[in-house]
């Protein structure tokens, strides 16, 4: 079935550096692809998303794009801040229910000033 | 604008216990859904329902069950609670028009709940 792998956390790194986490997925279509950011004590919130091949998904300085040929959509971020730690969730929407996701298990980010 | 709001937020029960987590949102959303939390294993979906008399299982129903009498509210009962049951639970909702396939979720703050 539908899946989503993501790197294993915790992930710890300095402020300034530069983010990678990479997102794999296992789709029988073509999913709509999520990246949701839940911060301590609260709900998740999107991030960012990409509909279709080549889509590049962005927000506060986040960036993914949808890799059809490698089924990746992997997270990056130029230049860290504290602000950022939180726990970052790839996730897919498959078409057979509308608004069900598939979520990976979460990567937590620390970022150390 | 408050979104999805979930209570309570915290709770204790022992094993044999029944309560009711409650979840309502505002945003006239269609769809809404219930999700657990546990540590290693990502967000699971337990029940979800796209629009009022309309209800459909997840990935882990066993334990729990849902109604959906009206829009803003979806319920998630707990039956019988077991201590397999300590999670925190996160009620969402989207959209549903012509692009609710792509539409996100609105998550609420969740409900951390222990069974002893």
């Known amino acids: 079935g539908d899946s989503v792998t993501q790197m294993e956390g915790p992930v710890t790194l300095s402020e300034e550096a530069f983010l990678t986490i990479n997102c794999t997925y296992t789709?029988?279509?073509?999913?709509?692809l999520f990246w949701y950011v839940q911060y301590p004590g609260e709900g998740l919130q999107l991030l960012l998303k990409?509909?279709?091949?080549?889509d590049k998904g962005s927000n506060k300085g986040f960036e993914a794009t949808y890799r059809k040929e490698t089924t990746s959509f992997h997270l990056e971020k130029g230049s860290v801040q504290v602000s950022d730690s939180a726990v970052y969730f790839c996730?897919?929407?498959?078409?057979?229910?509308?608004?069900?996701?598939?979520f990976g298990k979460g990567t937590k980010l620390s970022v150390k000033p | 604008n408050a979104g999805v709001t979930q209570t309570p937020k915290f709770q204790v029960l022992k094993t044999g216990q029944s309560m009711t987590l409650q979840c309502a949102q505002d945003?006239?959303?269609?769809?809404m859904s219930w999700y657990r939390q546990d540590p290693g294993m990502g967000l699971r979906l337990i029940h979800y329902?796209?629009?009022?008399?309309?209800?459909d299982q997840g990935e882990v129903p066993n334990g729990y069950n849902v109604s959906r009498s009206t829009t803003e509210d979806f319920p998630l009962r707990l039956l019988s609670a077991a201590p397999s049951q300590t999670s925190v639970y996160f009620c969402?909702?989207?959209?549903?028009?012509?692009?609710?396939?792509?539409?996100?979720?609105?998550f609420g703050n969740g409900t951390r709940l222990t069974v002893t």
């Open positions: 990409a509909t279709k091949a080549d």
């Open positions: 969402a909702s989207s959209y549903s028009g012509g692009s609710s396939y792509n539409s996100p979720l609105h």
């Open positions: 945003m006239n959303h269609e769809y």
């Open positions: 329902s796209v629009g009022a008399g309309i209800t």
């Open positions: 789709a029988t279509g073509y999913p709509s």
């Open positions: 996730a897919l929407n498959y078409g057979g229910s509308q608004g069900n996701l598939i």
